[in-house]
């Protein structure tokens, strides 16, 4: 039997113009990402969000909210069904907390950490200062 490629994810749709938000598929779970294209066609990440209900309307309304105009494009990582809604929330903050101190992806983020990483850290602290 044929495994497959991601143990995660299921599909994506990468780098689509915020006005073709709606060419998405429906009840899109997973991961999202939005990003402003510069004059020299990067693509600077602005924002990191999840959703559990649909990509799509997520991205509706942050077109429209106080995130208008600061984005141009997005993309969309759908995950497996059997993923859970606690295991896509550990996600994106692996992903916030990595991009905790960029200014640019922070500028939008107003969760700039994660509790999770927080008590990570400390869980760890302890564990190497135990084992010395």
Same mark, same amino acid.
């Given at each position: 039997?044929?495994?497959?490629?991601?143990?995660?994810?299921?599909?994506? %749709?990468?780098? !689509?113009?915020?006005?073709?938000?709606?060419?998405?598929?429906?009840? +899109?779970?997973? #991961?999202? &990402? =939005?990003? $402003?294209?510069?004059?020299?066609?990067?693509?600077?990440?602005?924002?990191?969000?999840?959703?559990?209900?649909?990509?799509?309307?997520?991205?509706?309304?942050?077109?429209?909210?106080?995130?208008?105009?600061?984005?141009? %494009?997005?993309? !969309?990582?759908?995950?497996?069904?059997?993923?859970?809604?606690?295991? +896509?929330?550990? #996600?994106? &903050? =692996?992903? $916030?907390?990595?991009?905790?101190?960029?200014?640019?992806?922070?500028?939008?983020?107003?969760?700039?950490?994660?509790?999770?990483?927080?008590?990570?850290?400390?869980?760890?602290?302890?564990?190497?200062?135990?084992?010395?």
């Amino acid at each position: 039997m044929r495994q497959a490629t991601s143990l995660l994810f299921k599909s994506f %749709h990468e780098f !689509v113009s915020a006005d073709e938000i709606s060419s998405l598929p429906k009840k +899109i779970r997973g #991961l999202y &990402a =939005l990003y $402003r294209k510069d004059k020299n066609d990067y693509m600077n990440l602005m924002y990191v969000g999840m959703t559990d209900t649909g990509a799509k309307g997520r991205l509706f309304s942050h077109s429209k909210g106080s995130k208008v105009d600061q984005w141009t %494009h997005c993309s !969309v990582y759908e995950v497996w069904d059997n993923i859970t809604q606690e295991q +896509i929330a550990e #996600l994106e &903050a =692996l992903f $916030r907390h990595t991009l905790r101190k960029d200014a640019t992806a922070s500028s939008l983020n107003v969760q700039r950490g994660s509790a999770i990483f927080r008590n990570l850290r400390q869980e760890t602290a302890k564990r190497l200062n135990g084992a010395a």
